[in-house]
């Protein structure tokens, strides 16, 4: 069974950082018989999910253009975490983010935003900026 555990949320003044982490257990960063591929989504209330950063198992990343340059995302392969570094946190940044994984019999060729491509959801950290 897959499960994906966030932590690091909290809250932060505008201008602040914060760094969020997720570890997944019963899911390889290193397997070979697949390609794994790993996001951080937020939803703040009222709104969708919206893809923040993706990577993939060879390190390849996508960003949202919002995050872009404030936000890094990272794995460490030997701990399964991921993370998500963010600087500069404004006001819009506020959310609940969760980590999501790629199944772990798929062959993700690059890391990408969109919802309907991850299968394991972690439930959530939730981050506050306040002004």
């Known amino acids: 069974q897959v499960q994906l555990v966030e932590s690091g949320g909290g809250l932060v003044q505008a201008g602040g950082s914060l760094r969020l982490s997720c570890v997944a257990s019963?899911?390889?960063?290193?397997?070979?018989?697949?390609?794994?591929?790993m996001a951080w989504f937020r939803q703040a209330p009222g709104k969708g999910h919206e893809g923040v950063a993706g990577?993939?198992?060879?390190?390849?990343?996508m960003y949202a253009e919002s995050v872009k340059g404030r936000f890094t995302i990272s794995q460490d392969n030997a701990k399964n975490t991921l993370y998500l570094q963010m600087t500069s946190l404004q006001l819009e940044d506020a959310a609940m983010y969760y980590c999501?994984?790629?199944?772990?019999?798929?062959?993700?060729?690059?890391?990408?935003?969109?919802?309907?491509?991850?299968?394991?959801w972690g439930q959530g950290t939730q981050v506050t900026v306040s002004s």
């Open positions: 990577i993939d198992r060879d390190g390849g990343t």
């Open positions: 999501a994984a790629t199944s772990r019999y798929a062959w993700c060729s690059g890391p990408g935003l969109g919802r309907t491509d991850y299968t394991y």
């Open positions: 019963g899911y390889s960063f290193t397997s070979t018989d697949n390609r794994h591929c």
